[in-house]
């Protein structure tokens, strides 16, 4: 299967993104599928679970659909719109995280409220090593749930990270083996499942609502929009793409 998967046992619901060819990456296609995925489920689970096929969480967004014409960009607002709805889900959601979580996979498992992972997960965010910037949304989540440190040196060194990184630093439920994710994902999702819905929904929207405090002004965002453009628009950014598209270490000029 290639696509995104939808599934619902009792009051757990879940959402699959299946590309094996590209280590789970998430094609310009699946958007709108995600999206009609959790409005589908908005009101018929009371907890929500996403992950990736097989051993795989997601690699990120898949580059090899972009060519000259169409940018990382194109897709830009039908992303940030599908990744919105999906922090925004009314009851509590669960990132099982197998792997990978890298790029766009990072914002995937970032955008939702837990995670649990396997001993052999890794996290990471290549946007400098690429050239270009995250929007204020992910770097907000990120400062959230890992601190600015920990972001900072996500973002600064484009590393991947293990599980006793992200653990320790406060971004993870629980570490488990690879096959003891399946049952550590079940028993959390259906304990959350069986409280009480106007509870796990008030919750949920009172601490976003208290972490909404620090959300940018419109001129703070327009200020942030610049210095993406910027990045964007750069030749290091023109560089990253062919590099990575190339298989060969970019070369910078800060251009």
Not at 52 to 63: A, H, I, K, R
Not at 174 to 179: E, F, G, R, S
Not at 232 to 250: F, M, Q, T
Request: aromatic residues 6%; hydrophobic residues 35%; glycine residues 8%.
């Amino acid at each position: 299967m290639t696509g995104i998967d939808v599934n619902v046992s009792g009051n757990v619901g879940t959402i699959t993104v299946s590309n094996p060819d590209r280590k789970n990456a998430i094609k310009p296609a699946f958007l709108p599928d995600i999206a009609d995925a959790l409005d589908e489920l908005r009101d018929e689970v009371r907890c929500l679970v996403v992950t990736g096929e097989g051993d795989t969480f997601c690699s990120g967004f898949d580059l090899s659909e972009l060519d000259d014409d169409t940018t990382i960009r194109t897709y830009e607002d039908t992303y940030e719109e599908t990744m919105t709805k999906l922090a925004d889900f009314p009851y509590p959601t669960v990132a099982k995280v197998a792997g990978d979580a890298v790029g766009g996979g990072l914002d995937l498992c970032v955008s939702c409220d837990l995670r649990v992972a396997t001993t052999d997960a890794r996290f990471g965010a290549p946007t400098a090593r690429i050239g270009i910037v995250y929007t204020d949304r992910v770097i907000r989540q990120l400062v959230h749930t890992l601190g600015s440190v920990r972001t900072k040196e996500l973002l600064f060194t484009a590393n991947l990270f293990d599980a006793e990184w992200a653990d320790q630093a406060g971004f993870l439920v629980d570490v488990v083996d690879p096959d003891d994710l399946d049952d550590r994902t079940e028993k959390l999702t259906s304990t959350i499942a069986g409280n009480a819905p106007l509870s796990l929904s008030a919750s949920k929207q009172i601490i976003e609502t208290i972490l909404d405090h620090d959300k940018l002004s419109d001129t703070e965002q327009e200020f942030v929009g610049r210095l993406r453009d910027e990045a964007y628009e750069s030749d290091d950014a023109a560089e990253g793409l062919a590099a990575i598209s190339e298989g060969r270490k970019p070369e910078f000029t800060g251009e």
